[in-house]
């Protein structure tokens, strides 16, 4: 089994605080995002956003990847797989079903993550995390239900599959870390999507099944700017070392926090509506990560010795 790498409930502290901006950066992107995919084909989009991010990785950390072990190398081929098939499935699915039902069933990964995290790499979640899970999951209904009548359709089970990659992705991402190189892992998983991206990105524009234009402007440079250095080369250090610290179930409830994050901002940027159901979803989301953390607390108020033994993630 494997076991937490940090055992200081201040180091834990720290992580949660990296997860939580990780969610936040991940919430504000929503926007940007959006505006990007109005007016560029999700292929392109895709791989500028993983290029430009792999470019910048590069440039950081050439030295460090030339001394890289091969194991460190797979695995981060095997994050960046996972991921991309996130992605793919993702767009796809989009295709045929509502964004609002997308959205809803993406976030199933929260409940997938700890099931994987047992199934394939023995990481059994403690109690605590389970119960906030839970609450976290009620919130997330809450703040996401698209509350649409429509039977399920083929683009939902294909976003059901990207969530399941999802989670793989982040009980990977725990288990690899726990004892890898986090600059390797997050910069070959990225080098990875990006050239998976370029690859599929070619083939549709060579069978002429992706014809949309990709105006390159300032608002471009700007927007893929921002989601490939911050929400994708800085993100991907962020959950790398913060997952290094934590179990990967207790990571996906604080990634709960991101439609909080996108619910604020789109009521900020764009007017839309948040109203008191969606308000109360969010607060049980904020109470189901703390209810993740009720050890590592009451070990800090000096409440409990409960387990000093290294905590399972």
Known sequence: MIKSSSNNPVGQWRSDAALVALALMWGTSHVVTKSLL???PPSFYTTARFGIASICFVLLFWRHLLKSSRGEIVRGMVLGLLSFAGIVFYVAGLAFTQASKAGFITGLYIVFTPLVAYAVFRLPPT???LAGMAVAVSGYILLSYPGASESFNRGDLLVLMAAAAWATHIAATTAYAANGDVRTLAVVQVFTVAIL???VHSVLRLTGLETRSAPIDSAF?????YIAIVV??????IQTWAQKQVSSTHAAIVYALEPVSAAVVAYLALGERLDSRRGFGAILILAGVTISRLRPMARMAGGTNESRQPTSV
Do not use: E, F
């Open 38 to 40: 109005a007016a560029h």
């Open 221 to 225: 440079l700007w927007q893929i700017g």
């Open 127 to 129: 109690r605590d995390h």
């Open 197 to 199: 991206a370029l690859a």
């Open 232 to 237: 994708t080369c800085l993100a991907s250090l």
